[in-house]
Nanobody
Framework: QVQLVESGGGLVQPGGSLRLSCAAS????????MGWYRQAPGKQRELVAT???????VYADSVKGRFSISRDGSKKTVDLRMNSLKPEDTAVYYC?????????WGQGTQVTVAS
């Protein structure tokens, strides 16, 4: 079993920055992927960014150049640095990991971008 706890959401003005953090605990296999997804009201949950244990990253086109994902393998944490935030980035952001063929999700953290 794996538990994920997110932190760092909040209210920010357009153009501002936020950093989300996700701390994982439990049993991880050698190979894993950690990442961030988001779900805006009335929309489906979508990928924001992922990173493998080897450091390979994938970003949604909508966040490329603005968001940066990083991880600390020894601590099993993954951070999402979000810059130049836009109102359309408003959503609940979820941390997710896949390890040993199983998916685990955090409880989500709200990010609101508004004046």
């Amino acid at each position: 079993q794996v538990q994920l706890v997110e932190s760092g959401g909040g209210l920010v003005q357009p153009g501002g920055s936020l950093r989300l953090s996700c701390a994982a605990s439990g049993t991880f296999f050698v190979s894993y992927v950690m990442g961030w997804y988001r779900q805006a009201p009335g929309k489906q949950r979508e990928l924001v960014a992922t990173i493998t244990n080897g450091g390979i990253t994938v970003y949604a086109d909508s966040v490329k150049g603005r968001f940066s994902i990083s991880r600390d393998g020894s601590k099993k944490t993954v951070d999402l640095r979000m810059n130049s935030l836009k109102p359309e980035d408003t959503a609940v952001y979820y941390c997710r990991t896949n390890t040993g063929g199983a998916d685990y999700w955090g409880q989500g953290t709200q990010v609101t971008v508004a004046s």
